[in-house]
């Protein structure tokens, strides 16, 4: 029997994860756990707590006493608020990283770790076009210092202690039930709800920058494969490649014109116009094809309809 232990589940990917793997493996064998509470629909159904990731003490005993058999790590700072607190924003990604690792080493029943990594780790030296799995990785964020460290770190337990640990270089995530929480491809988020709430858009980075970007449901769905795939098969011990679909804050307001014509953005470019142009405009994943078959199904028309219809009932509400 599974009892999976989700730290970081009231964050964006956490609070459609955590149901997610609920409807698998049963409510009761998902614990729910994060710095505050999470949404209604986790904190109803099922277990959860608060539990600070860099609490050593207390994530041991919870691990124990809740017999845990997978941990998925999600706890972190995201990349344009780790520039703001660089010294902090480290020692939450990579203490917390190691803490976890630590307690897949020491405790046998511990069987799998979920990690995820990021496009961050790519940075202005890497090809920007259909970026390789194999590449340079030269991050020039503190977020993506801390991902290619953690990938790193991943592939050393591996290799060094047999650690199980799986992970996903993921694109930015499109989603409405959560709000994201701190990254540079927000925008790409924050568009939809000003486009209901006032049909107006300021946004932070230029016309054309194209990043790679994927809607929650093949982000999770992608999650759920990999870490249901024989351990055979995961040949990539430091983080997989994930495409998504590309596209820029153009094109994206061009879709949302389609819904609601009156619709206008403009541009104010800040900071994260820097970090959005040290990333991989869009993504190669043949890798995790080939290996456990990862698989984009949602493109901009019909990411654009479901997170229209999402936001507006969330907005009602
Ligand atoms: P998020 O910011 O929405 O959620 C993170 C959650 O972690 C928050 O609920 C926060 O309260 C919690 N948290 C922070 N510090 C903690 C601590 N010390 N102990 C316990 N919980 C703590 O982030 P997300 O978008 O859900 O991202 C989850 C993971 O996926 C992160 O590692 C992130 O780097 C990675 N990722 C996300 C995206 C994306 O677009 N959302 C893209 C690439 C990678
Ligand atoms: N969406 C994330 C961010 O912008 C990418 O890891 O920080």
């Known amino acids: 029997m599974e009892n999976i232990l989700i730290i970081g589940a009231a964050g964006q990917i956490g609070s459609e994860l955590t149901l997610a793997l ?22 109803k159904e099922g277990p959860w707590a608060i539990l600070d990731v860099l609490d050593n003490k207390r994530l041991v005993h919870y691990v124990i006493r809740h017999k845990i058999t997978q941990i998925y790590h999600l706890a972190a700072v995201l990349s344009s608020n780790a520039e703001r607190i660089p010294i902090q924003a480290w020692n939450i990604n990579m203490d917390g990283l190691m803490n ?9 029943e511990i ?14 030296t890497t090809p920007r076009q259909n970026t390789p799995q194999l590449t340079i990785t030269e991050p020039s964020t503190v977020y993506g210092i801390s991902k ?10 591996y290799k060094n202690y047999g650690i199980d640990v799986r992970s996903i270089r993921y694109p930015g995530l499109i989603s409405y039930k ?48 990999l870490m249901e795939a024989k351990p055979e098969k995961i040949k990539v011990r430091s983080s997989y490649n994930l495409g998504g679909v590309s596209f820029s804050p153009d094109d994206i307001s061009k879709e949302i014109k389609k819904h609601i014509p009156d619709f206008e953005i403009t541009y104010n470019p800040d900071f994260r116009q820097q970090i ?9 994943d043949k890798k995790a094809q080939e290996d456990w078959g990862c698989k984009t199904t949602v493109e901009i028309e019909e990411m654009t309809k479901l997170m229209l219809e999402g936001v507006k009932e969330k907005l009602t509400k």
């Open 22 to 43: 609920r409807k698998i493996y049963g409510n009761e064998h998902v614990f729910a756990t994060d710095l505050i509470k999470p949404s209604k629909d986790i904190s």
């Open 100 to 108: 976890i690792l630590d307690l897949a080493k020491e405790i046998p």
């Open 111 to 124: 069987k799998k770790v979920f990690w995820p990594s990021s496009i961050a780790v790519f940075g202005p």
């Open 148 to 157: 290619i460290a953690g990938e790193r770190w991943c592939e050393y337990y």
């Open 178 to 225: 959560t709000e994201p929480g701190g990254g540079t491809t927000d925008y790409a988020v924050e568009i939809f709800y000003e486009a209901v709430r006032t049909g107006k858009y300021e946004c932070f980075l230029e016309k054309d920058t194209y990043l790679p970007m994927m809607f929650m449901s093949d982000a999770i769905q992608a999650t759920i494969n």
């Open 276 to 284: 959005a142009e040290s990333w991989p405009e869009s993504i190669d």
